[in-house]
């Protein structure tokens, strides 16, 4: 009976038997279906979303179906190595050619490859391109082997988007070469434009469109204002990751140095990595924010594409993205187990200013930079945002939403004040500079002046003399720089050159008329130090840990130090071992039979048979010493 009703579903037959998993995910088993029966596919998924399994599981059936290999293109070498590992460990035949294997290696798996053994074989795209690899290519497809195309990582065909790489525009050849063999594309990256150039330059457009659901339900979204950053980072370190892997990305090399060396100091196991480090170092320290437990690796955006370690638990932001896009692929990288996740970050307006600068002075024309400009306004804009951050990026991936509940402003709501007033008072501000002398000045000496401050630079340029001179005491100066990084977000305001000095757009005429209306989250108060030293604040929830009681978390505990063995002897990250989730649901369940211990989540046939007893033993032996 049972056999049947498998037999009946393929798809969920691999998946349950292989991945040791109950049920696909949201999109993923209509793609499955739909690429195990041939049919070309443009996967958009979020980070974390779960796209391996939708190449990984039609690979499997077609495999088993007679019709060979699926080529995997991957640019990131980096990956492969544990990307093979992880289908090793679950007994499925793959491979790698690329330029990390010798001669003879490279050999070997070739003959695998040829023989139709390989149910998988992950290339980089040069490698694919070679007069050689396409003509064992053709080989293959000659001889009914050469069943489907993955290409990962599709965004780097386009230019628009922000990874492009020029190989990725020769695999074109593939369709042209081989019409009949199905190809699938996939990404997190999803802007139309960016779309459109997949679909026009790797010639999908008769594919089918899967968009699943951008939504990471686990990754709570927090944006706070710059106020002595390096302390609030530390706080957010200290109260709610303590002891979690995890990023902090920084925006230069220089910071990325300093910022690890000053966590390093204060305790934390914190590493750097950026382009500028020797290749030795780089892929040292990614080696152990890999392997080891609780590392924080400081980077720069270098760090990140194709690391798809499912345990990384905070995401941290010290300086602004780029874009939404970006901000939603680099915090996408935290919680891909699904266990709670934190994406941070801390923006001021120095960062607006900077990016701005960045973006002017760079080398792209007009039209790129225009829209470089409208994708960082649409990034202040959430930054700045008094309601859900989750309703606003799933709206900029054009998915309707209700607000989420996990993210700062659905758990604290923030206070608004109308700051119509505020703005009119600042433009005004800067015309009467203009009119005064014609020079141009920077934030901070504009809100001196709107708050009445007798500084230096006030009594050189006689700005004491200004009607607006102190017309704005009453805001606070954190106040006077939202209204600033709103009306530069908004595009009334312009801050230029290296001082980031500020001048009007002509749309700051529709605020001078008051025309347009402000509203402003009041920036959160510093916390104030009590007599005992500690703040006042309270220290929001850590997200719920997994529920272990005390005996099960010494379960859990023998349980990953069995792990850590095996993964230093199979020289692989330990979750391509087991997930955190799946030994934490063993050190729960207390499976006492192989039976028992196949019904976890991540335990699959083969490694039932590699690793079952061994568990049973080291959970019977916890067991045992806990009741002693
Ligand atoms: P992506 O490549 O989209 O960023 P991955 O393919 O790395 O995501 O998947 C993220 C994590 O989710 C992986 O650890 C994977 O094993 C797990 N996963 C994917 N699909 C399922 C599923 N149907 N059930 C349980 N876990 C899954
Ligand atoms: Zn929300």
């Known amino acids: 009976m049972n056999a049947i009703a498998l037999d009946a579903d393929p798809a969920q037959q691999v998946l349950h038997e292989v991945f040791g998993y109950t049920a696909f995910r949201g999109a993923q088993r209509e793609i499955v279906d739909h690429v195990a029966a041939g049919g070309d596919a443009?996967?958009?998924?979020?980070?974390?979303?779960?796209?391996?399994?939708?190449?990984?599981?039609?690979?499997?059936?077609?495999?088993?179906?007679?019709?060979?290999?699926?080529?995997?293109v991957s640019p990131l070498i980096a990956l492969m190595h544990d990307q093979v590992g992880a289908l090793d460990?679950?007994?499925?035949?793959?491979?790698?050619?690329?330029?990390?294997?010798?001669?003879?290696?490279?050999?070997?798996?070739?003959?695998?490859?040829?023989?139709?053994?390989?149910?998988?074989?992950?290339?980089?795209?040069?490698?694919?391109?070679?007069?050689?690899?396409?003509?064992?290519l053709e080989s293959l497809n000659e001889r009914g082997l050469l069943s489907l195309f993955a290409i990962d990582e599709a965004h780097c065909v386009s230019q628009w988007g922000h990874d492009f790489r020029e190989e990725y525009l020769g695999?074109?050849?593939?369709?042209?070469?081989?019409?009949?063999?199905?190809?699938?594309?996939?990404?997190?990256t999803a802007d139309d434009h960016t779309r459109a150039d997949i679909v026009e330059r790797l010639q999908l457009a008769d594919a089918r469109l899967f968009v699943a659901s951008f939504d990471r339900p686990n990754i709570r979204y927090t944006i706070v204002e710059k106020d002595e950053p390096r302390r609030q980072l530390l706080r957010f370190l200290r109260d709610e990751h303590d002891g979690d892997a995890g990023i902090v990305y920084c925006q230069s090399r220089k910071k990325v140095d300093e910022t690890a060396a000053w966590l390093s100091d204060e305790g934390l196991t914190a590493l750097p990595y950026h382009a500028g480090l020797d290749a030795g170092v780089r892929r040292k320290h990614q080696d152990r924010f890999l392997r080891e437990d609780g590392i924080v690796m400081v980077a720069t955006i270098a760090f990140g594409m194709g690391i798809d370690k499912p345990d990384v638990r905070f995401v941290a932001h010290l300086d602004l993205p780029k874009n939404i896009e970006a901000y939603y692929q680099e915090t996408g990288r935290a919680g891909r187990d699904g266990l709670p996740a934190d994406a941070w970050m801390a923006y001021g307006l120095a960062d607006v200013v900077n990016q701005r600068r960045m973006i002017d002075e760079g080398e792209a024309g007009e039209d790129f930079k225009r829209l470089q400009r409208t994708k960082l306004d649409a990034l202040l804009a959430l930054a700045e945002a008094h309601d859900c951050r989750r309703v606003r990026l799933l709206a900029?991936?054009?998915?309707?939403?209700?607000?989420?509940?996990?993210?700062?402003?659905?758990?604290?709501?923030?206070?608004?004040?109308?700051?119509?007033?505020?703005?009119?008072?600042?433009?005004?501000?800067?015309?009467?500079?203009?009119?005064?002398?014609?020079?141009?000045?920077?934030?901070g000496h504009l809100i001196d002046v709107l708050r009445g401050k007798a500084t230096d630079k006030v009594a050189q340029y006689g700005h004491a003399g200004l009607s607006t001179f102190g017309i704005g005491a009453d805001v606070a100066e954190a106040q006077w720089r939202s209204v600033l990084r709103q009306?530069?977000?908004?595009?009334?305001?312009?801050?230029?050159?290296?001082?980031?000095?500020?001048?009007?757009?002509?749309?700051?005429?529709?605020?001078?008329?008051?025309?347009?209306?402000?509203?402003?989250?009041v920036p959160a108060e510093?916390?104030?130090?009590?007599?005992?030293?500690?703040?006042?604040?309270?220290?929001?929830?850590?997200?719920?840990?997994?529920?272990?009681?005390?005996?099960?978390?010494?379960?859990f505990g023998a349980l990953k130090a069995w792990r850590a063995e095996v993964a230093r002897e199979h020289n692989l990250p330990a979750y391509v071992v087991f997930h955190d989730a799946s030994l934490a649901e063993m050190a729960r369940e207390q499976p006492d039979s192989l039976d028992a211990l196949a019904g976890i989540s991540g335990v699959g046939a083969k490694k039932l048979e590699a690793y079952g007893a061994e568990i049973l033993r080291v959970l019977a032996g916890a067991s045992s010493t806990d009741q002693d």
Not at 42 to 69: D, E, F, N, W
Not at 489 to 503: F, K, P, S, V, W
Request: net charge positive; glycine share 8%; with cysteine.
């Open 42 to 72: 443009l996967v958009l998924m979020p980070t974390g979303g779960g796209k391996s399994l939708c190449y990984q599981v039609p690979a499997i059936q077609r495999h088993r179906a007679g019709r060979g290999v699926t080529v995997v």
């Open 487 to 521: 009306l530069i977000a908004l595009g009334h305001l312009r801050a230029d050159g290296e001082y980031g000095t500020l001048a009007l757009t002509a749309s700051a005429r529709e605020v001078l008329r008051g025309d347009v209306q402000l509203l402003l989250r």
């Open 171 to 188: 695999l074109s050849a593939l369709h042209e070469r081989f019409p009949a063999v199905p190809r699938m594309a996939l990404t997190a």
């Open 526 to 555: 510093a916390p104030r130090r009590t007599k005992t030293g500690r703040t006042t604040r309270p220290a929001r929830d850590k997200p719920p840990p997994l529920p272990l009681d005390d005996a099960a978390t010494a379960r």
């Open 396 to 443: 900029y991936f054009g998915e309707d939403s209700t607000p989420c509940g996990n993210c700062d402003n659905c758990l604290n709501a923030p206070a608004t004040w109308d700051a119509t007033e505020a703005a009119r008072k600042a433009l005004s501000c800067i015309y009467r500079f203009h009119q005064h002398g014609g020079q141009r000045f920077g934030a």
């Open 89 to 136: 460990e679950l007994g499925v035949p793959a491979a790698f050619l690329n330029s990390s294997l010798d001669g003879d290696e490279a050999r070997r798996v070739e003959r695998e490859l040829m023989s139709g053994q390989l149910v998988l074989l992950y290339a980089a795209p040069e490698r694919i391109l070679t007069p050689r690899f396409l003509a064992m």
